[in-house]
């Protein structure tokens, strides 16, 4: 159990691509529930299975429990019980000694570069990347969630 | 990942009640999804946690993916995520060289005594104890997903 905080900012995409980046990580993931007050998403990695309930977000936080399985039963999970999975190659790219997750997404979602850190506080410093232009941790349209039902490309 | 192949019975109280019985294991158990195509219970008992992950029911088998997580956490996810949770003993009694699990329902439940056995096939032989009179397997009524949200007691 742990209190999750974070916040995401969409990236430019110019800016992205002129950035040296590390190999990233190939992220499946599904939702077995969208209730915002209850999400349940199962996550397949490269290597490894998470099974994540996150509650609601208040302010930036939320509660968060989360548990490694084996990677193919998440792969059977999400061929079982979601029909709509999100795919997204993930980059941890550090930036004045933070790390951020930049998610840049794939098939239905393709066109959305997000970026997100964690932080410890509601209050802790950091510092914005110049390519991340503008923050959506209030925006439900950018929660993994909602994106898995109403995806990017489907928008106006 | 399991097929999970089970019946289901009522228990007569008085043959119950005469019974010799081992120390029942104290469960609680709550669902973020009671969605029968996709239910997700998170289950306590004395000592362990678990979420399991079960789909629609066909026949007498369900898809089945359970994961154990610490006790405190289960507990913690029952407080955050779920509203009405079942309380139950439950005793593994020996019958023709077959474990039955018996649950004693407690609370809004108090008064239902309900039987399972697991079975390896759905055509895989067995007797039933004098003590279970009546099978209930395709009874949704009995589901323990339906029965946090309409308890026994609440029935006409």
Do not use: C
């Amino acid at each position: 159990m742990a209190i999750e905080i974070e916040r995401k900012f969409l990236v430019n995409h110019d800016l992205w691509n002129e950035l040296d980046k590390p190999i990233p990580n190939f992220l499946k993931q599904g939702y077995l529930s969208t209730n915002p007050e209850k999400t349940l998403r199962v996550r397949a990695t490269d290597d490894k299975g998470f099974i994540t309930i996150k509650g609601k977000t208040q302010g930036m936080s939320r509660l968060e429990f989360e548990y490694e399985i084996p990677k193919d039963e998440a792969l059977a999970l999400l061929d079982n019980f979601t029909e709509q999975n999100i795919e997204k190659y993930r980059y941890l790219i550090t930036h004045k000694e933070k790390t951020w997750e930049v998610d840049v997404f794939q098939g239905a979602n393709e066109g959305l570069i997000v970026a997100e850190i964690e932080l410890s506080s509601e209050t802790e410093a950091f510092d914005i990347p110049i390519w991340a232009y503008m923050e959506v941790t209030d925006d439900p349209r950018y929660y993994n969630s909602r994106l898995s039902i109403k995806p990017y490309s489907s928008w106006q």
